[in-house]
Each structure stands twice: as C-alpha cells, then as structure tokens.
C-alpha cells in the first residue's frame, strides 16, 4: 500500500491503494465515481475509458502508480449540463446510446479525436474509435453523433 | 406472487383509513347517495398494496398534478419508458413531460412479464393505456361532481377539466387527487407476467384523436447517463457492502475438492465462500476480491471432459437423439407424397452456432439481507423473477424480498445478470454483509448462458411445370429453454445447480413466421440434450429473438435457394407465395425503397477482387412484419464483407413514437450483423474457450453500414406489435442472399467471418 495523490476532474484526492491497482479502481472505489465502468479488465473494449493528460487510456491497466501528477479527466469531468462538450450535447440530440453502459469509450476517444482534427471524414472517424465495443449496435448513431459534435466544434 | 392472494387484506386496510378523507373514487354513475354508500371503503391515504385489480397500482396523481405510472415492464434502452408516456399522457391529457414511468421495482410494480418478447407496447402498453384511460373517466366523474357538471359537458386540458361551456369552471386532477390514490377496481384477468390485463370501464381514446401517440418525443434518459449523474447497477452502494468474485473451473463440471484458505490470507478482509459446487471470495475493495480470486489455490474434482470438440458440433447435433419432436398445427397437404411426385427437388441445410450475450459489462447484482428480509439491486430483464429466485434462495415468502431494477449493460435475454443475482445472494447470506458481485469478463463470455446451436434441414418439390408443390422444414438444435429465460427458481441458475439442485432442462425451438403457401408444407422442431446437466458454461436459454435468427436465416435463405434453382427473381418468388396482405406490402416496400431491379441471383457482370451483391429476407414475429434488403461488398482476397447498405420495411400495427422505433430497428440490424458476421463461442472438450473480445469478436465501427434506410409502414388502427427482435431475425439471410448474389458461392454457416468466406469462395 502506498499513499498517492491523483488529480481527477481539477479536484487533487489523496487514497491508500496497491501501487499496481488499475486506475479504474481507484476512480469507482477510492473515489466512489459512477464511471468509468468495468467492461474487460483487458483494454478491448473502451468502457472504462478516461484521459490522462488529454489522452485517451484504458484505466482497467493503467496501474494507478503510472499516473503520477497527470490530469485525469472522466466523463462527468468532460462538460456539464451548463457547459456540455458538444459530443454531449450531439449524444443527446441524437438519442445515440440504448444501454449506455459504453459511452465511456466512445466520447472520450471521439472527444480527443475532435480536439486534434476539425470535421474528420468517416474513415478518420472509423479510425480513431475501432476496437471500441458497443453491443446494443448503435453504431450508425455514434457515427451521426460524432460527425454533428464536429459540425458543432466548426 | 402471494400478494396478489391478499385482495381481502386490501379492503379491510383501506376501511381502517378511510375515515375523514375525501372521496377519490367512483365505480358507477355518481350520486350523492351512492358516495355516502361507498366513501367510507373508497378513500385511500398512503400507498395501497400492490393487487393487479385495482387503479392505484398502475397510475397516480402527485400533488403537482404529475403523473406516475408504475409499469411492472422496463426499458431495455430501445425508448419503452418514453413510448410508455407518450399512451398514458394521451389517455389522460396531460403534458407527455408531466408522466414519469416507474418500472420494474417489486415495490412499485405488479408483476408484467418485465422485458419480454418484445412485447413491452404490445401488452405492457396496453394494459397501460386501459388504466390511464380508466383513470381520466374517474377524475372527470370526480369533476362532474365538484363543478355540478355533467360528465359529458367537459373537456380535459394538460391535466385541467373544465365545462365546455363555462371555461371558469374548472378543476385540476391535482385538486381532484393530487398525493392521494385512486381506489378503483379493475376487471383483472387473472394473470400475471405477460397476460396480465386489467382494463376499466372506459375506452381508450380512437386512434383519430391522437395528439401524443405517433409523434417523435424525444427520450429523458440520455442526458443523466452521458453527464454521469445517473449510475448502473454496477454503481449501486449498499453501506457495508463487501466486493464478491466467483471462480468457475477449468473443466466444466469440476467442483471444489480442497480451497487453501491460507492462500488468500495476506489480501485484507479477504474471505472464501464454498458450498459444494460452489465458490467465491469477498474483500472490502473490489480490487482485492480480484487478487484473492486469482490467488486462491483450489483443487478440483476429476471430472470427464463433458464436450465434444467444437469441430464436432454439427455432427453431434445431427447424431444426437430426439428429445422431443413437434410438428407445426399449420401444416397442408401431404407432404411426403408431394416429394415422391416431384420432378425435382431442392434440399440445403444450414448451421447456427451457439452465441454468447456476452453483454458490454458482465453480470453484476447488490443483495442486501437484513430485518428477515432482502433486498436485490439487479440489471435482469426480469426482476419480479429476480425476486422469486432470490426468496427461493433464502427460503423467504417472496414479499420478503424488494426487487429494485436498475439499468445495466445491455440485457437481450436471459443473460448472465440472473446468475450474478443468485450467486450474490448465496454470498451474502454466508458472509452476513451487504454483497455487490460484478463477474469477469471471461465468465461474462464463457459463463452466460448461450444462445442455442442448430442445424436446419430444408427440401422443395418441385414439379414439371416449375412450381413448388412440396416443402419441409426442419431445424434440430439444442432447447431455447435448457434454462428458463428468468431466475426465479434454483434449478435455472448456476448458483442453484451448483449447490445441488437438479437442471430441469425445459424443450423448446420454433419454426419459421412466414404465410407462404405450398400446397404440401410442413415445418417441425427437434430438440435434443444439453451437453452437460449441471452447471453448463454451453447451457442454452433465450437470447435476442429466441431462435429467430437461426431458422430464418436457414427458411430465408432456402427461399432464395429455391429461386436460384428456378431462375427467378427472389422477390418475385416471395410474392407468388405469400398471402397476407400486410407481408405482400412490406415486401413491397422495401423493394421500392431500395430501388430493387427485378433478375435472378446471382450477379454475372463483375470481375475484380470486390464484388457486391443484393439479398431480401422476410418475416414475421407475433403479428410484426419485417422485410429486409441487403447490399454487400465482399473482397474475394481478404474473405471480408462489408454490409453498406440495408433498407427495411417494417409493419408493428400503431406507431407510438416513429424515432425510437427508427433506432430499434437501426440496432436490430447492427446486432444482428455481428451475429452473422462475427459471433460463436468456440469451446474445446473441457470448456467454452471464447472469454474475451478477442475470442469472441463482435462487430467493430469499421464494419458499420453506411446506411440503414427504414421505412415505418404505420397502421393506426390496428394494434400495436412489437419492434424490439423482429428485425433481427432476418438480416443473416439477407446478407447470406447478398453474398450469394455478388459470388454465386452459398454459406451455410454462421457466422460469415473473413476465413470462412475466403475458403468458401477459394
């Protein structure tokens, strides 16, 4: 056990934890946060996806120690019902999720792709999110949410 | 349900409440007479109990005036809730935005089936509609009363009556009822779960006075998820809970013969829970629970290998003897005779393999026991079971037990959240604290229970003229039901089989939802045993639109086989064949849609390593029809498909909202991609093998269709149907027909993975 500080949405926690502990953990259990979620443990499918540094990490095996003073932002981090990244804005707009259980993955891997890339194409799009799982099949929805956020952010 | 043997239980309470309060409720023409006979039995204060037969257990008004309708269904995440509103806000003309659906809390709910069959519009909605319709003739009656206004003179307005004559005489349902519930008796059938009905003396509202239903209102349920204000089950905290992991063997049937305790001990708070099959470890942190479930050292029991290998399935199937057998009442004609006569026949058979739910996150469950009760946090599609299963576990009255739904990753069937339920139950029972268990996810791959391997026998005759005169269809497979599709009873659970309770492996299969007409046609089933009856990681259940894949993609891709074999158009060949009138216009429809052009399969004008193609598949599901057009590319050197195009017709009866309905269909055909394209659990003599995403793929966005065109084909007035699996079940024949029509190569074998395709067409 080690005592370690992590910066989670511009808020710095102190917690007690393994030093290999995935960061996921540290995030639901140490912090309490609802997401990310546990979908693998293996970094295939997204679902506990956050950034780290603006930088999009499986924080299932992201050994919590590796973190260091980065910036961790979730989900609830990315923008607020006041002040909503337009992926947010564009998921709600467009009803894109059925269980929602993968949002993780998909906004914050779409949300660095639109930060590096004004109006991808849909193969740039494709790209950046393949591996990423959803097993409702909204697929053609994220890809309509992804290309009306990125209208958005002109 | 034993509450529902308490109706007597229900009247004395509501005697005892009822003095002082004002009269809610009229169950006849209202006089003053009649109040004073009945208001001393009518009033209700707090929360009535729960009984199919009365108002209060389906609607109510708060204080505000909103509305809460409690839905004994729940939302999968295909926009139910938002439907739900939408027919209870028309019933009662209200604002859509003033209702708020209740669902799938045993506290809360009667128990209607929870998500099922897709039927949540279809027969959840309508036993909605009837109570919010019932509700509105009440509150006017009340209002006919206060206002000294006859009934039929008034109007309702967001929530408002009012005299059509006199716009100052006015009174609210808040002021009528508001915070207080109704006590109106409904004429219950007698049922639960999916039949329950329990309609009251009014008529729902003529589709042609519709303001609400049929419209896109959009969903309320997006935004709390996407800004994570709202959590799963995987979120719920329960104060004191300790984190759970169960341990499955390497050979499926092994059970625990000696566990090291001491090999977990340096994990802080970690515990080992083992009752004959079964084991599990607890810590305070999730993430010690991890370490100690793999830490711990355990021996297991010599058991024999239980399965054939994979290679050998098809041919277990086809060698296995029949369980049961059933033949379709429809059937025509004498078909064996027609198959002597023919001057030709058509005969293909056609293979499905078994399929995980392998949901987005593994199973996960809250029990709580405590005060001789428990309570269930759990994401199954059924949690009225859910409840039964655990009352079972514990030996509680059911009304001991709180089931409360919480949404989670995505349930199509009987998937593994039951288990996770069961299993949670029996660790907190034998650790004395609060339980959250959430699986692996190789159990969440490996352990689910599957979708049923099949095989499909189909043969045409054919006579001198061309004509089918002849057709038999057959499909052979393991039972939809080898477990029951809810846990409300130990035999259908790991955790219950593991302790010692005897699999009662149930038999059922379907046989294909068409109104072709042959002269001679019959259609039958086979069932045969399960591969191990205890305990089965290949244990077969219900998952989305059970059994509904595999037999159309064998019946719709015969019907293209038959058209091949006649050179004729295939969509041609359908409408020569199908008779009802609602089939012919959705074949239609998609024809026209898609810009169909009428020749035989398959194409003869490409060259070049991609070629594309086109394929139509129909069917019926429980009065819903569906017609599909697939356009593919497939690259001959790598064995890829890419599906870029899909159009579908679809008829459910009456719309409520064409937007979800549009997106319900949109995942039917994406799910139903990566079943055809992707998915099959793969095992070896010992155990199912496929425990990841990497063992077993599913779609990736790189596959996605350019374009899924849907046409709704909206009939008012005819009931609704439902929407959630019938488009599912016809999207491998279509794409099966595509391929065929772009390479004249047929598969015959789910899925159609590149390595297959590539050696199919080599």
Aim: glycine share 10%; net charge neutral; hydrophobic share 40%.
């Amino acid at each position: 056990m080690a005592k370690m500080s992590l910066d989670v949405n511009g808020k710095v926690h102190t917690i007690d934890a393994d030093p290999d502990m995935p960061l996921l953990y540290a995030l639901r259990g140490d912090l309490g946060l609802n997401n990310p979620q546990f979908g693998c443990g293996l970094a295939q499918c997204g679902a506990c996806t956050v950034h780290l540094n603006g930088q999009p990490v499986r924080s299932c095996v992201t050994p919590v120690s590796a973190v260091g003073s980065g910036k961790v932002v979730t989900l609830a981090g990315l923008g607020t019902p006041d002040k909503p990244h337009p992926l947010q804005t564009a998921y709600i707009e467009e009803e894109v999720f059925q269980c929602g259980y993968c949002i993780n993955g998909w906004i914050m891997t779409a949300a660095e792709l639109l930060a590096r890339k004004k109006k991808p194409t849909d193969a740039e799009i494709k790209d950046a999110l393949t591996g990423l799982k959803c097993r409702c099949g909204t697929h053609v929805s994220i890809m309509r949410a992804v290309k009306r956020a990125a209208e958005m952010m002109g | 349900m034993t509450r529902m043997d308490k109706r007597d239980a229900f009247s004395r309470r509501s005697l005892l409440k009822a003095g002082g309060a004002v009269v809610i409720s009229v169950g006849m023409p209202i006089g003053l007479e009649s109040l004073l006979a009945i208001s001393s039995a009518l009033a209700q204060g707090g929360k009535p109990p729960l009984v199919p037969n009365q108002l209060s257990t389906y609607i109510a008004i708060t204080a505000d005036g909103g509305v809460s309708a409690f839905f004994g269904k729940m939302d999968m995440g295909q926009g139910l809730a938002t439907a739900i509103s939408q027919m209870v806000a028309e019933e009662l003309d209200v604002q859509v935005e003033r209702v708020t659906v209740l669902m799938g809390d045993t506290g809360t709910s009667v128990n209607q089936g929870g998500a099922s069959s897709s039927n949540g519009v279809q027969d959840g909605g309508k036993q909605m509609r009837a109570a919010a319709a019932e509700a509105r003739r009440v509150l006017v009656e009340m209002a006919a009363e206060k206002l000294g206004v006859p009934a039929d003179q008034l109007t309702v307005t967001n929530g408002v009556v009012q005299a059509a004559a006199d716009a100052t005489k006015k009174v609210s349902y808040a002021d009528l009822i508001g915070g207080r519930y109704f006590n109106v008796q409904l004429n219950w059938n007698k049922q639960i779960g999916n039949a329950l009905y329990a309609p009251g003396k009014a008529k729902p509202k003529s589709p042609s006075e519709y303001k609400i239903v049929g419209k896109p209102i959009k969903r309320t349920d997006i935004a709390p998820k996407v800004f994570s204000q709202q959590g799963f089950v995987t979120d719920v905290k329960v104060p004191g809970m300790v984190h759970a992991r169960t341990i499955r063997p390497e050979i499926a049937g092994a059970v625990p013969v000696k566990v090291d305790e001491g090999s977990i001990k340096d994990i802080p708070g970690a515990r080992v829970v083992w009752d004959q099959g079964f084991l599990a470890v607890v810590a305070d942190k999730e993430w010690d629970a991890l370490k100690a479930a793999r830490a711990l050292k355990v021996e297991w029991s010599d058991a024999k290998p239980p399965f054939p290998s994979e290679a050998a399935l098809y041919d277990h199937i086809r060698k296995a003897p029949v369980r049961k057998r059933e033949v379709d009442k429809g059937q025509s004609g004498n078909v064996d005779e027609a198959f002597k006569t023919a001057a030709r026949v058509i005969e293909a058979e056609y293979e499905w393999p078994f399929q995980s739910h392998a949901g987005m996150g593994p199973g996960c469950a809250v029990v709580e026991i405590k005060d001789g009760g428990a309570t269930v946090w759990t994401s199954s599609q059924k949690p009225h079971y859910t409840r039964d299963g655990v009352a079972a576990t514990l030996d509680l009255p059911p009304d001991k037990v709180h089931g409360i739904w919480v949404s989670g990753p995505g349930c199509y069937g009987r998937n593994d959240a039951g288990d996770a339920a069961m299993d949670a139950t029996v660790i907190a029972k034998a650790v004395g604290r609060p339980v959250r268990l959430q699986y692996s996810r190789a159990e969440g791959t490996a352990w689910d229970p599957k979708g049923p391997a099949s095989i499909h026998r189909a043969r045409a005759a054919v006579d001198a003229a061309g004509q089918v005169i002849g057709y038999d269809f057959v499909s052979k497979a393991f039972s939809r039901i080898d477990v029951m599709f809810h846990e409300g009873q130990p035999h259908d659970t790991l955790a219950g089989q593991l302790r010692g309770v005897a699999l009662k492996s149930g038999d059922g299969f379907r046989v294909p939802e068409e109104s072709y007409a042959f002269p001679n046609k019959r259609m039958s089933w086979e069932t045969i045993a399960p591969l191990l009856d205890r305990a089965s990681p290949l244990r077969t259940a219900h998952l989305r639109d059970p059994v509904g894949p595999q037999i159309h993609f064998a019946s719709e891709s015969f019907l293209d086989e038959i058209a091949v074999a006649l050179s004729i158009d295939p969509i041609e060949l359908r409408l020569r064949h199908v008779k009802d009138a609602r089939d012919i216009a959705v074949i239609k429809a998609v024809a026209e849609k898609s810009g169909w052009q009428q020749r035989s399969s398959p194409r003869r004008d490409q060259s070049g390593s991609t070629v594309s193609g086109r394929g139509i598949a129909y069917c019926q599901r429980s009065g819903t029809r569906v017609a599909i057009v697939a356009e593919v590319e497939v690259d001959r050197r790598s064995g890829k498909i890419w599906a870029r195009k899909f159009t579908v017709a679809h008829d459910c009866g009456q719309i409520i909202n064409p937007r979800n309905l549009t997106q319900t269909i949109e995942g039917n055909v994406v799910q139903g991609l990566s079943r055809t394209l992707w998915e099959e659990t793969h095992f070896d003599n010992k155990n199912v093998t496929s425990v990841d995403w990497q063992s077993y793929p599913i779609l990736d966005i790189t596959d996605t269709p350019e374009t899924i065109d849907v046409a709704l084909i909206d009939r008012p007035d005819v009931a609704s149907s439902g929407a959630g699996e019938p488009a599912i079940r016809v999207v491998a024949a279509a794409v099966a027909n595509a391929i065929f029509d772009a390479t004249g190569v047929r598969l015959r074998r789910v899925p159609f993975s590149p390595d297959r395709v590539k050696a199919a067409l080599s």
